[in-house]
């Protein structure tokens, strides 16, 4: 259920101050928020410890969570079943990470969205090394580190390890870790004469299972949730105690059993990238980057669909045979064992300035290989800490059911190659234009099954049909700013992107919709640009067609009737947002952000058992009307050794379900921070987030999508996501 969620190491060291203004420093205020990853505290999340936190434009978020790149191409090509925290985290072995704007997104990938890129740590000509050792008070262990240096003759050599041990904060009742990663990497570097350039090597291995936990609550009036007794939300657990569900297998037929955190929930791939690049004669600089990434990607999770209260004479029992009575809960569990994926991708571009341009023409190839295969099952399990299985008529006697209902396959290639143009122009000494165009040309070949997804459905014995698609898409934006006077001006940007989606639509039986989405977005704003103050504020409208999400939708009339469906729809949102950097004396600075905005659906409507359903002008989930974010910092003391921040982000009430009738409550996301340098070599940082100890819940609630009359949930135990508890972390940094 991916439905999307930007970096890391930030975010567990204090080292990651919120807001960065110095002294005498040029910020263009037009892309105060755009462009610098530390002022939208991407690193900062409060969902978990692995990857950046999603910045909303008032889209449906992505199960992806925000693009992440490594060295100007996308860490995969695809997130599913791959996510990118698989193989990607923030790191001592990357050099450099930051936030790239919706507009440079647009002009080298034609995607929508915010993005992450990152370069890695290549060799140096003189030793170096980095160390960082992060723990919080939950057991979380991280050590990292990177040395690099010279060999000889312009040969230089890097290499990395990166360790994570993440218990969680659920204290899972089969495994010690909620997330064990390992990533190994070694690089040359080959430093041209003359400082034309460098070209890196370097190979990178990762080892990677996450397990999700969901949470269980009491739902009330007015969006609040309760805790229940021996239930606490963020600390305990609701994935059954054993961890483990079993499978028929799409291909061959044969049943196995999974645990979460066992050979068939980890991802394991090989990285090779060679990137740098090379200035000529005339200014032109080449740059070059290309990556092939072989890895084999599983995906083991357990999805809550629904809730009900029974007695004795439902038929439910433990394992035992001791009749059960109380809430049952259903799960949803999917394995995706160890799909081959093979990416290729490479991107080549020169960059010139002269005059009043800065001008970049490049080229993009992207070659992705996939077999995707997602075997489904459901049982029944009780409602309380670390659950046990549940056994009842509709089971077997291993105590699961619907083996393959609604299972997802196909197996193909996509191949994208895409041209694009950006020209940075200085019209005059008080005009800038920004301008840019993609073109991508898409081919997607293989086959699709389409075979009925019924109860024991595999391969054997389907019907295929072969998969050849030809799509162009074409994306580009204007970023226009003229200063009225020398601090204060005005700015409009327009931006389009279009997709006609991927190898990924075709996981199901029915023929995908593979028309064309297109997002046009646009805006108009003023800038403030002064000593003391950076401001920009701007309205926005955007527009989005032909979205797809994939629903598991529960019967609303029988919590155990489930159908796995695609939705298309439109998706309009209208907003304001103010951002602003106020730095009124030396060593203090505060960044303020306020986001006002309307997304609601278009054109929503779908057939679920037997029934049609249009969810047309209402409001799109998990998606607040206000987003707002305070971020204080100040650095005192000799030599400015010391740091004090801290971040109160506030999301205003969001829908839990279609109808709009579930919904949560505002809640904070806050966090704070100290950071000391000790000299020039240790720096050591401490952290609370959540310090206000919310414990409400986001996302949405499970199983509840198709609900119109809210007052039967009053007092009703249901499950969702929440924020991370009250957690306490800690780090050391030791650079030689």
């Known amino acids: 259920m991916l439905n999307k969620n930007i970096l890391f190491s930030l975010i567990l060291l204090s080292a990651v101050v919120p807001v960065s203004a110095q002294k005498g420093q040029k910020v263009d205020t037009t892309r105060v928020s755009a462009v610098n990853g530390n002022q939208r505290n991407v690193m900062l999340n409060a969902s978990d410890n692995t990857s950046p936190r999603e910045i909303n434009i008032g889209l449906p978020s992505s199960v992806g969570g925000t693009t992440i790149l490594e060295n100007d191409l996308p860490v995969v090509y695809y997130y599913w079943p791959e996510l990118p925290n698989k193989s990607w985290r923030q790191s001592v072995s990357l050099k450099s990470t930051s936030l790239m704007s919706l507009s440079q997104v647009a002009g080298t990938t034609g995607n929508i969205g915010y993005a992450v890129n990152s370069y890695s740590q290549t060799g140096t000509k003189n030793f170096q090394g980095k160390v960082k050792f992060t723990l919080n008070n939950y057991g979380w262990i991280q050590p990292d580190i990177n040395i690099s240096g010279p060999i000889n003759n312009g040969w230089a050599y890097s290499a990395g390890v990166f360790l994570n041990y993440d218990p969680g904060t659920t204290n899972l009742a089969f495994t010690k870790y909620a997330d064990q990663t390992k990533i190994f990497r070694i690089g040359l570097t080959k430093f041209f004469n003359n400082k034309r350039g460098q070209i890196n090597f370097q190979y990178k291995y990762a080892d990677s299972y996450g397990i999700t936990d969901y949470s269980l609550f009491e739902y009330e009036k007015n969006g609040k949730v309760k805790e229940v007794n021996g239930y606490k939300i963020g600390r305990s657990s609701y994935i059954v105690n054993d961890g483990t569900a079993r499978y028929l297998g799409l291909d061959g037929g044969e049943y196995y059993n999974v645990t979460a955190d066992g050979n068939y929930a980890k991802s394991k791939s090989h990285t090779i990238n060679l990137f740098g690049k090379y200035v000529f004669d005339n200014a032109w600089q080449l740059n070059f980057s290309s990556c092939l990434h072989i890895a084999k990607a599983s995906v083991a999770g357990y999805i809550p669909t629904g809730l009900a209260v029974v007695d004795k004479s439902a038929g439910y029992a433990y394992k035992d045979g001791t009749p059960y009575s109380g809430y049952v809960g259903t799960i949803l569990g999917q394995s995706s064992p160890r799909n081959p994926i093979t990416d290729f991708q490479t991107r080549l571009w020169f960059n010139r300035k002269f005059s009043r341009h800065d001008l970049n023409i490049g080229l993009l190839e992207q070659l992705h290989d996939a077999y995707y295969s997602s075997n489904r099952v459901f049982y029944y399990q009780t409602a309380e800490n670390k659950p046990q299985h549940l056994y009842s008529s509709k089971t077997d006697e291993y105590g699961f059911y619907n083996y393959n209902k609604g299972a997802a396959y196909y197996d193909g290639k996509e191949n994208q190659i895409s041209v694009y143009g950006n020209d940075n122009w200085q019209v005059n000494r008080n005009f800038n234009l920004n301008y840019g165009?993609?073109?991508?040309?898409?081919?997607?070949?293989?086959?699709?099954?389409?075979?009925?997804?019924?109860?024991?459905?595999?391969?054997?014995?389907?019907?295929?049909?072969?998969?050849?698609?030809?799509?162009?898409?074409?994306?580009?934006?204007?970023?226009?700013?003229?200063?009225?006077?020398?601090?204060?001006?005005?700015?409009?940007?327009?931006?389009?992107?279009?997709?006609?989606?991927?190898?990924?639509?075709?996981n199901l039986p029915a023929e995908p919709n593979m028309k064309k989405s297109r997002v046009p977005l646009g805006g108009i704003g003023i800038f403030w640009n002064n000593k003391y103050l950076q401001l920009i504020s701007q309205g926005t409208i955007l527009y989005k067609n032909n979205y797809l999400t994939k629903y598991n939708m529960v019967n609303p009339s029988n919590s155990s009737d489930i159908e796995n469906i695609q939705v298309y729809y439109d998706v309009q949102t209208i907003g304001w947002t103010s951002d602003a950097i106020i730095t009124p004396f030396k060593g203090f600075a505060l960044h303020l952000l306020l986001t006002?905005?309307?997304?609601?659906?278009?054109?929503?409507?779908?057939?679920?058992?037997?029934?049609?359903?249009?969810?047309?002008?209402?409001?799109?989930?998990?998606?607040?009307?206000?987003?707002?974010?305070?971020?204080?910092?100040?650095?005192?003391?000799?030599?400015?050794?010391?740091?004090?921040?801290?971040?109160?982000?506030?999301?205003?009430?969001?829908?839990?379900?279609?109808?709009?009738?579930?919904?949560?409550?505002?809640?904070?996301?806050?966090?704070?921070?100290?950071?000391?340098?000790?000299?020039?070599?240790?720096?050591?940082?401490?952290?609370?987030?959540?310090?206000?100890?919310?414990?409400?819940?986001?996302?949405?609630?499970?199983?509840?999508?198709?609900?119109?009359?809210?007052?039967?949930?009053?007092?009703?135990?249901?499950t969702g996501s929440s924020i991370m508890p009250f957690t306490l972390r800690f780090s050391a940094m030791i650079k030689f």
């Not at 162009?472 to 997709?499: D, H, P, R, S």
């Not at 278009?602 to 249009?614: E, G, I, L, Q």
């Not at 966090?671 to 919310?694: C, E, P, Q, R, T």
């Open 437 to 506: 165009l993609f073109l991508r040309y898409h081919t997607i070949s293989g086959k699709h099954c389409l075979s009925p997804r019924n109860v024991g459905f595999t391969l054997d014995n389907s019907e295929f049909e072969n998969i050849h698609d030809n799509l162009f898409n074409i994306a580009g934006f204007v970023n226009a700013k003229y200063n009225i006077t020398k601090e204060f001006g005005v700015v409009a940007n327009f931006q389009y992107t279009e997709t006609n989606g991927g190898l990924e639509n075709y």
């Open 596 to 718: 006002l905005q309307n997304p609601i659906y278009k054109n929503f409507s779908f057939t679920a058992f037997k029934k049609d359903y249009d969810y047309s002008g209402k409001n799109v989930l998990k998606i607040s009307k206000i987003l707002s974010e305070i971020d204080p910092s100040y650095t005192f003391g000799k030599y400015d050794k010391w740091k004090l921040w801290a971040s109160f982000r506030y999301y205003s009430k969001q829908f839990a379900n279609l109808t709009n009738v579930l919904y949560f409550a505002p809640h904070w996301e806050t966090f704070a921070g100290l950071d000391y340098k000790l000299n020039k070599h240790i720096k050591l940082s401490g952290s609370v987030v959540n310090f206000l100890n919310d414990r409400g819940a986001t996302g949405t609630i499970n199983g509840a999508e198709l609900v119109t009359d809210p007052t039967p949930y009053y007092g009703r135990l249901m």
